[in-house]
C-alpha cells in the first residue's frame, strides 16, 4: 500500500493519509482504532485508540521458556526472569512513552496470540529447559518443599533422579498420567500464568495507573478455560482474537465476570481484490458485507462483549507481508480504494450500535423470556 500511496498523494503522503485515515473512519462510524496501528494515525488523537507491547521484544529469546515451543510470534516468556519485568518497562519508557497517561489511549495490550497449550504445558516446558532457566529453579524449590526427599517425589512420580540437582538438570518430563505428577504439573502451569499475567499488570498500572490492561489477545473462541480463569483476574478486558461467524454463544469460564473484546475478526472473498481469501472465507463482498453485519450484531446482543475490532484497515501486500502472509483483510485495498460493500455495512452497523446494544441490554435484565446471560 505505502508504494502506491506515495503517487497518489505525493511527498507528503504519511501525514495526509493519517488525515484521511481520520477522516475515514468518522465517516464510517468507526469508534475505535485497534492494535498495531499507525502511531502518526492514531496520534492525531480524534480517535480513541489502544497500544500494544511485547513482554519479549519479537525474534529474541531472552526471558522466554526455553523448552517451551514457538508460538505464533514468540515461546512463552519467563515470569521468574526479573529482567521481562524490566524489559517491559524499558519498552513502554522507550517505545509507548506518548501513549502513557493520554486519556484518548483506552488501554494496552500486552503479547498476541501466544501459545499456552493444555494445563500442563508450561510446566512441561519449564522441566524440558536448562537448569539456568528462572522458572525451572522455582519449581524445583517449590517441589522440594513440597516433598522434603527426592526418594518420595521419585515414589510419586516414578521417576529415578538421585537427587534434586539430578532433576535441575534434567530435561525428561515425568508420565502425566501419574495422579501427583499431573496434579503437580497443572499446579505450577497455573502459577506461571497467574505470576505472567499479574507481572504485566503491574508494569501497565505503574506506568499508565488510568489505562486498562487488554490481556494477550487469545488465538481462537475455544481458549484453555485455566488460562481464561487466571487471566480474569488481572486483565481488566479479556482479549480474544475470534475469527468466526458469529459469537453470539462466546463467553468465559462459569463463574468469571469480566468484558471481552474481540481483537481481530474479519472476512474476505476472492471476486475482488486478492488471490488468498481470508480466515473465514466468503463467496463475494456482498456476502463479506453481510457476514460483517451478522458478527458484529451477535456481539452487540451478548451482553459479555463490549467491542469488536476488525483486522484490518487495509489489505496485506500481494507479495505478503513479513511472514508471507498475504489475504484480503481489509477494508481498503493495496491501491487505497475502499470495499464499499463492506463500508455501506459498517457504517449501518455504527448507526444503530447504542440502540441494539441498549435494547440487547433491558431484554437481557428485565421481563419474562429474556434472553439467558452468557457470563453469570
Known amino acids: 500500500l505505502e508504494v502506491n500511496l506515495f503517487p497518489k498523494y505525493g511527498a507528503n503522503w504519511r501525514a495526509d493519509y493519517s488525515e484521511l485515515a481520520q477522516r475515514r473512519l468518522a465517516s464510517w462510524a468507526l469508534n475505535t482504532i485497534a492494535n498495531s496501528s499507525d502511531p502518526q494515525a492514531y496520534g492525531l488523537r480524534r480517535t480513541p485508540f489502544t497500544a500494544v507491547i511485547y513482554s519479549v521484544p519479537l525474534g529474541r529469546a531472552d526471558h522466554t521458556i526455553a523448552g517451551a515451543a514457538q508460538g505464533a510470534w514468540v515461546k512463552f516468556p519467563d515470569p521468574f526472569d526479573p529482567g521481562l519485568q524490566a524489559g517491559m518497562k524499558r519498552t513502554l519508557q522507550t517505545n509507548l512513552k506518548h501513549i502513557l497517561n493520554d486519556p484518548w489511549c483506552l488501554g494496552v495490550f500486552v503479547d ?12 512441561e516446558a519449564t522441566l524440558a529447559s536448562p537448569p539456568e532457566q528462572h522458572a525451572k529453579t522455582a519449581f524445583v524449590a517449590e517441589l522440594k518443599q513440597n516433598y522434603g526427599a527426592i526418594e518420595k517425589l521419585n515414589a510419586a512420580w516414578a521417576t529415578q533422579h538421585t537427587d534434586w540437582n539430578a532433576l535441575l538438570t534434567s530435561i525428561a518430563k515425568p508420565d502425566r498420567a501419574r495422579p501427583a505428577a499431573r496434579a503437580d504439573l497443572e499446579a505450577f502451569s497455573e502459577r506461571i500464568l497467574d505470576r505472567y499475567f499479574g507481572s504485566c499488570r503491574e508494569v501497565i498500572k505503574a506506568a499508565s495507573p488510568n489505562h486498562m490492561y487488554l490481556g494477550c489477545r ?39 465476570d469480566r468484558p471481552i473484546v474481540i481483537g481481530e475478526f474479519s472476512f474476505g472473498a476472492l471476486d475482488r481484490g486478492k488471490f488468498l481469501a481470508n480466515n473465514v472465507p466468503v463467496i463475494d463482498q456482498t456476502e463479506r458485507a453481510h457476514s460483517y453485519s451478522r458478527y458484529v450484531m451477535s456481539a452487540l446482543r451478548n451482553p459479555a462483549v463490549v467491542g469488536t475490532h476488525w483486522f484490518q484497515f487495509y489489505d496485506q501486500p500481494t507479495t505478503g507481508r513479513f511472514d508471507g502472509e498475504n489475504m484480503q483483510h481489509g477494508l481498503i485495498d493495496i491501491c487505497d480504494t475502499p470495499y464499499w460493500e463492506t463500508i455501506a455495512a459498517i457504517r449501518e452497523m455504527g448507526g444503530k450500535l447504542y440502540q441494539v446494544r441498549s435494547t440487547s441490554a433491558t431484554q437481557t435484565t428485565q421481563g419474562a423470556g429474556a434472553p439467558k446471560r452468557t457470563i453469570p
Open 112 to 123: 498476541n496470540e501466544m501459545r499456552f497449550g493444555d494445563s500442563c504445558f508450561l510446566a
Open 218 to 256: 487469545f488465538v481462537g473462541l475455544g481458549s484453555n478455560p485455566t488460562v481464561l480463569r487466571v487471566a480474569a483476574k488481572f486483565c481488566d478486558v479479556v482479549s480474544i482474537n475470534g475469527y468466526a461467524r458469529t459469537i453470539g454463544d462466546l463467553k468465559l469460564p462459569d463463574g468469571v
